[in-house]
């Protein structure tokens, strides 16, 4: 959920933000050239497609990028900030692989069609609205629901107001809201560690021009032209600002509906955004099955800095809800 300044911007910054900075990328640029889908002829001719998507709804248009035959059990795969549905380029291309169709949309206020003004369009329930809206114009009745960030807090929402419609949860980084509220207004850890959405929510343009001043973020373990593509994104008009949005329009209070589908979270031991606490609680707000992977050394960009473990725990996952 924090898009890391570089630069002499980020000199200005609070400790609690420069302390996030100057991260050093462990992938290397042909893992960023092959996840941006320009890897060379031979490459590329081994896995499967990644195909661009139009999805019409009440709200407008959401870009999308999809793989995976179109008969294949379904899977909506729901991106963080300051990411792109291509963020999940890896888990894409695997789960087509396995059969499976796999669709990750450019959520509210990143899809240009769906980029509302006004701070009340981000509250959280729209964008859980979107979910069963985009599910609908796919004709889909049954999916599986993944998300990251912020896409982790719209997907713990959706699976449990949604337990009919949604098979599976696999929620990454952000644990469930009932318990992130909880470590927000108790632990002192978590509350250091959300410092940085301080800034986020000040007015338009204070974070746009500070964050688009510093250039492309360095996110760990995501490849330098990737973060660029997020960067030249974000940096078109209206819409960094709708990003930030999601951040100004939502507290994380409100959502204490346990979650009763079969749910996988995935967490790192190395999130700067994300305290233990939470972490920890989120069990006591799941109702179903339920299993915890606190994946050790790995920062907050779980499903690109550990891609392949992640593919593989969301394919483990999968494979043991019955369709």
């Not at 911007?9 to 290397?28: C, P, V």
């Not at 959401?62 to 008969?71: E, I, K, L, T, Y």
Request: net charge positive.
């Amino acid at each position: 959920m924090v898009f890391v300044l570089v630069g002499r911007q980020a000199g200005r910054m609070s400790n609690s933000h420069s302390r996030r900075g100057f991260i050093k990328m462990s992938a290397t640029a042909a893992v960023g050239v092959a996840s941006l889908g320009i890897a060379g002829p031979a490459y590329a001719a081994e896995l499967p497609r990644i195909t661009p998507l139009r999805i019409p709804t009440p709200a407008g248009t959401f870009d999308a990028v999809a793989a995976g035959p179109r008969h294949g059990r379904k899977v909506l795969l729901l991106h963080g900030f300051p990411e792109f549905g291509i963020e999940w380029d890896h888990q894409l291309r695997a789960l087509a692989a396995a059969g499976y169709r796999a669709v990750a949309p450019d959520q509210r206020g990143y899809s240009p069609g769906v980029r509302p003004s006004g701070l009340e369009n981000y509250q959280l329930d729209h964008a859980v609205g979107d979910v069963l809206a985009m599910a609908d114009a796919l004709g889909w009745h049954r999916f599986d629901l993944v998300g990251h960030d912020w896409g982790a807090a719209v997907a713990w929402i959706a699976a449990a107001k949604y337990a009919r419609r949604v098979r599976s949860l696999t929620a990454v980084s952000v644990p469930h809201l009932g318990a992130f509220a909880e470590a927000l207004r108790t632990d002192p850890v978590q509350q250091e560690a959300s410092k940085y959405m301080e800034f986020f929510r000040q007015p338009a343009p204070i974070p746009e021009n500070t964050i688009l001043a510093s250039g492309p973020p360095k996110l760990p373990g995501v490849a330098p032209e990737k973060c660029a593509e997020y960067f030249r994104r974000l940096s078109l008009p209206g819409a960094l600002t709708a990003a930030l949005n999601w951040y100004r329009a939502n507290d994380f209070e409100g959502y204490g509906q346990r979650v009763a589908v079969p749910t996988l979270f995935i967490a790192s031991t190395k999130d700067p955004m994300v305290a233990l606490s939470g972490i920890q609680a989120t069990k006591n707000w799941v109702t179903g099955p339920y299993r915890l992977e606190n994946l050790e050394g790995i920062a907050h960009n779980i499903p690109e800095q550990a891609a392949e473990t992640t593919t593989a725990l969301l394919l483990t996952h999968l494979a043991s809800v019955c369709s």
